[in-house]
């Protein structure tokens, strides 16, 4: 806890006037050389949290949707189709019941 340092979190508004009139001179400068200079990554966002954490919620929505968008695509089994599969799930378990009985039986009969 003691590596948290408040003044790193927040800004106060002389500084951010600062380096607002700093950024506003290096434009000026860039113009008078006719370079094009890109916004700077320290200026203020002006919006208040609730928008920013809004717009942050809005992205993740959309990507989850877009994540799972194609779950919904996979068509379910109908009645006929479940009915089928079970008949074969219950046929193969007792083929294999009737082999281990086999199995055992011919167990018993080589200990004798």
Same mark, same amino acid.
């Given at each position: ?7 790193? @979190?927040?800004? @106060?508004? @002389?500084?951010?006037?600062? !380096? !607002? ?9 860039? !113009? ?13 966002? @002006? ?9 942050? #919620? ?17 068509? #379910? ?21 009737? #082999? ?10 080589? !200990?004798?």
């Amino acid at each position: 806890m003691d590596d948290f340092k408040v003044t790193r @979190s927040f800004i @106060s508004q @002389s500084e951010i006037d600062e !380096r !607002r009139a700093q950024r506003q001179q290096e434009w000026e400068k860039a !113009r008078q050389e006719g370079k094009e200079v890109p916004p700077h990554p320290d200026d203020h966002d @002006s919006r208040t949290l609730y928008e920013r954490l809004l717009e942050q #919620k809005q992205k993740k929505d959309d990507e989850y949707r877009e994540a799972t968008r194609f779950a919904n695509l996979v068509p #379910k089994l109908n009645e006929d189709e479940y009915d089928f599969l079970h008949k074969l799930d219950t046929h193969q378990q007792l083929l294999e019941k009737e #082999k281990r009985q086999h199995e055992q039986v011919e167990l018993e009969r080589f !200990r004798r």
